[in-house]
């Protein structure tokens, strides 16, 4: 007997998967390449005795802080509004759910470790 799989199925369309995975993998590179970025960046005020410049102040440096989670949290938007259009058009939207999972758990994560030592003074 041919059975018909369900177009909701996890694993009946490669190209929705790997899109999603390029997608996750290319926002996680973003937001942690900013991530790292901001951090040398304010390793630099800080090695430069505290001078309260206009590249080092504390908004600067919070707007250094927020930057990873914000790309990283505008990529998972992103990827539940793809996952809400492909459930709507009843195909394959798992691997766009999985992606946003993913992104939110990484903007977490760089939240709440990257946050406070790239923000450092503009925290206390």
């Given amino acids: 007997m041919n059975q018909m799989r369900r177009s ?6 490669g ?4 899109a999603a995975a390029r ?14 970025v901001a951090a040398l960046w304010a390793h630099g005020c800080d090695v430069r005795a505290q001078r309260d410049t206009a590249t080092c102040g504390p908004v600067q440096r919070m707007v250094l ?5 914000t790309i990283l949290f505008v990529g998972g938007l992103w990827a ?7 459930w709507r058009e009843r195909r394959p ?10 992104l939110l758990l990484l903007m977490l ?5 990257g946050l ?3 923000a450092g003074p503009a925290l206390g």
């Fill in 8 to 13: 909701d199925e996890p694993g009946t369309d």
């Fill in 15 to 18: 190209h929705s998967a790997r």
């Fill in 23 to 36: 997608f996750a993998l290319l926002m996680a590179l973003a937001g942690v390449g900013f991530l790292i």
């Fill in 65 to 69: 802080g927020l930057g990873a989670p």
């Fill in 80 to 86: 539940f509004l793809c996952t809400y259009r492909l």
């Fill in 93 to 102: 939207w798992w691997a766009w759910q999985g992606a946003g999972w993913f």
């Fill in 109 to 113: 994560l760089t939240l709440t470790m």
């Fill in 116 to 118: 406070p030592p790239i």
